[in-house]
């Protein structure tokens, strides 16, 4: 099937690929520089698909903070998955995950780094899984608190199905994550701003 497409693709855009690669009209109409284009291109493909998708969100949280999210593809080679009734994925290696309805996950929160002026804090993001869906999740769904000599950031993730709230609180040159919840209240506050 995608060799089939790439086929079309190839055939319906060779006036495109002589003009934009200065490629001779009788090397592109020869059969053989047809079939290896379409190998580079599935080549290419390949690639970037084995490769792993990365999706990337800044969040402006005011003038001087940043929080820049990655997202990735979810890759279960090699993880051990618990479900209820059989049916409802509930836990990954043994553990409670985030962010699904109890399907098997597409996305998984990667990375998180929160930028303050000039410094840098990696924050904590094992098993936040489908984080956002869309390009980039709502800049609304986070907070900052400054409370005394610390900074507590409070995030909402979903990808429509499984809702949960984290929290983050910075001191000094440190990060922890201190709340991972699912709970509808912890959710609720943050939503609401409170």
């Not at 592109?28 to 084995?50: P, R």
């Not at 990808?159 to 910075?170: Q, V």
């Amino acid at each position: 099937m995608l060799v089939h497409l790439l086929i079309l693709w190839v055939t319906r855009h060779e006036s495109a690929l002589k003009r934009q690669l200065r490629i001779p009209a009788d090397v592109v109409n020869n059969a053989n520089m047809k079939i290896s284009i379409l190998i580079t291109i599935t080549l290419f493909l390949v690639k970037f698909i084995a490769s792993g998708q990365v999706d990337k969100a800044s969040i402006h949280l005011n003038d001087t903070i940043r929080l820049d999210l990655y997202r990735t593809i979810f890759d279960s080679k090699g993880k051990h998955f618990e479900y209820y009734d059989n049916q409802y994925l509930f836990s990954i290696n043994g553990i409670t995950l985030f962010g699904s309805d109890g399907d098997m996950p597409k996305y998984q929160l990667e990375k998180a780094v929160l930028f303050i002026g000039n410094k840098k804090f990696d924050l904590q993001v094992d098993n936040m899984y489908n984080p956002w869906f869309g390009e980039k999740p709502f800049e609304r769904s986070f907070k900052l608190k400054f409370d005394g000599s610390q900074i507590k950031i409070q995030g909402v993730f979903s990808d429509g199905a499984g809702l949960y709230g984290a929290e983050w609180i910075i001191k000094g040159h440190s990060s922890l994550r201190t709340i991972l919840s699912e709970d509808e209240q912890i959710v609720i506050g943050y939503i609401l701003n409170q």
